[in-house]
């Protein structure tokens, strides 16, 4: 009885006892120290030119390898445009850490990734970007007449067609 009326009283003060052999594998929560930690938690991953979220499954994601080896993704084909037609701009805002080396885009039937001076792009199409009118990119003109007959559009432009002009008329 002893034995029981201990055992009582060491459980109300918060002792356990142990049977021979018996190990205690729970240890003592660590005390409140009193400060309070930052949470690290990555940011995510944002567009340079209009600040946005990136979805990395987006079928209008593109991407850039810079030459310091490191991607730049983008939210659509517009903003992938204005980054690289002013990268000095986006350098020294420290918005871009480098010079683009290749561009990418995905090919919006098939997802297929593709160099961008090698897709087509459709303008004019019911397809609306994440920040407005924008260029869908293709990656032959077969399927961007496909794609015309399906989203409509008004022309099928090759890479080297698309300038500041372009860019700033989608931007409006």
Known sequence: MKKHFFAGIMLLLGVSLLSAGETNTTTAPTPFTGKIQKLMVKPPLTDPAYNMPIDMKSKLLCEATLKNGKTAYFISVKSMMMVHLHQDY???????????????????????????????????????????????????????????????????LPYAKIDQGLIRYLDM
């Not at 885009?105 to 397809?127: M, N």
């Open 90 to 156: 986006f350098k020294k805002h420290k918005l871009l850490d480098d010079d683009i080396q290749t561009l990418y885009v995905h090919d919006y039937l098939t997802g297929e990734k593709i160099e961008a001076a090698k897709a087509v792009y459709v303008f004019g199409s019911r397809i609306i970007g994440p920040h407005g009118d924008d260029l869908i990119p293709l990656s032959s003109e077969t399927k961007a007449k496909i794609f015309e007959a399906k989203y409509g559009g008004h022309k099928i």
